[in-house]
T-cell receptor, first 113, second 111 residues
Framework: NAGVTQTPKFRILKIGQSMTLQCTQD?????MYWYRQDPGMGLKLIYY???????DKGEVPNGYNVSRSTTEDFPLRLELAAPSQTSVYFC????????????FGSGTRLTVV | GESVGLHLPTLSVQEGDNSIINCAYS??????FIWYKQESGKGPQFIID?????DKRQGQRVTVLLNKTVKHLSLQIAATQPGDSAVYFC??????????FGTGTSLTVIP
C-alpha cells in the first residue's frame, strides 16, 4: 500500500493563479481531510469528506474548494491564490469509526507570491 | 472550535534522558486521543493512542498517560535518542466528530 499520496510536493503560485492539490489513498478509507499548517502552528481543517459525493467545510474553508467523486481521490482547489494561502497542506484519511487515527500524506508546500 | 493546547512549545533534553511532553484538552466528551510525531518536511506520523477508559498505555519506549479529571494528556519518551527530535502533536476526538490538533511541542535531543 502506498498510503496517502499528495502531489505536487512543492509549488510556487503568483497571486490570482489557480491550482489543484491532488490527494489519493489506496486504503479504501471513507474519511478524507485537508489541513493546512502555518509555521509554528497546529493543523487547521479546511475541508473534509465522509464518503464519495459528500464534502463539508472545516475551520478555514474560504478560498478553497473540494470534490470527492471517488473513494480514492480528494483534490483541493485554489481558485484565486492569495499570499495568505502560503502554507503546507496535508491530506489525511482514516477508516470509518471514531477510534481510528489518521494516515497523513507527506504534504504540499505552497508559496504564493 | 475545540482547544487542544500544549504547555511548552519547545523542549530540549540530553540524549539518554527521558522526555515528557504535555497536552491539555478542553472537551470532556473526547474519548480517544492520539500522539503524532512530525519530522521536518514530513507529515505527522502516528505514535500511540489511548481511549478514555484507560489511564495509561505503553508502547516501545513511549508511554501515554491520561488524566480525565484535569483533562491532561502526556507523552513520555524513555531514553530519548537524536532520532526523536521532532514536533509532537496531541489530538483529541469527540465521538461523531473529527480530530482536533494541538499546536505542537518541538523536541530537540542534545547529543
Amino acid at each position: 500500500n502506498a498510503g496517502v499520496t499528495q502531489t505536487p510536493k512543492f509549488r510556487i503560485l503568483k497571486i490570482g493563479q489557480s491550482m489543484t492539490l491532488q490527494c489519493t489513498q489506496d486504503m479504501n478509507h471513507n474519511y478524507m481531510y485537508w489541513y493546512r499548517q502555518d509555521p509554528g502552528m497546529g493543523l487547521k481543517l479546511i475541508y473534509y469528506s465522509v464518503g464519495a459525493g459528500i464534502t463539508d467545510k472545516g475551520e478555514v474553508p474560504n478560498g478553497y474548494n473540494v470534490s470527492r467523486s471517488t473513494t480514492e481521490d480528494f483534490p483541493l482547489r485554489l481558485e484565486l491564490a492569495a499570499p495568505s494561502q502560503t502554507s503546507v497542506y496535508f491530506c489525511a484519511s482514516r477508516s470509518t469509526g471514531d477510534n481510528y487515527g489518521y494516515t497523513f500524506g507527506s504534504g504540499t508546500r505552497l508559496t504564493v507570491v | 472550535g475545540e482547544s487542544v493546547g500544549l504547555h511548552l512549545p519547545t523542549l530540549s533534553v540530553q540524549e539518554g534522558d527521558n522526555s515528557i511532553i504535555n497536552c491539555a484538552y478542553s472537551n470532556s466528551a473526547s474519548d480517544y486521543f492520539i500522539w503524532y510525531k512530525q519530522e521536518s518536511g514530513k507529515g505527522p506520523q502516528f505514535i500511540i493512542d489511548i481511549r478514555s477508559n484507560m489511564d495509561k498505555r505503553q508502547g516501545q519506549r513511549v508511554t501515554v498517560l491520561l488524566n480525565k479529571t484535569v483533562k491532561h494528556l502526556s507523552l513520555q519518551i524513555a531514553a530519548t535518542q537524536p532520532g526523536d527530535s521532532a514536533v509532537y502533536f496531541c489530538a483529541e476526538n469527540i465521538p461523531g466528530n473529527q480530530f482536533y490538533f494541538g499546536t505542537g511541542t518541538s523536541l530537540t535531543v542534545i547529543p
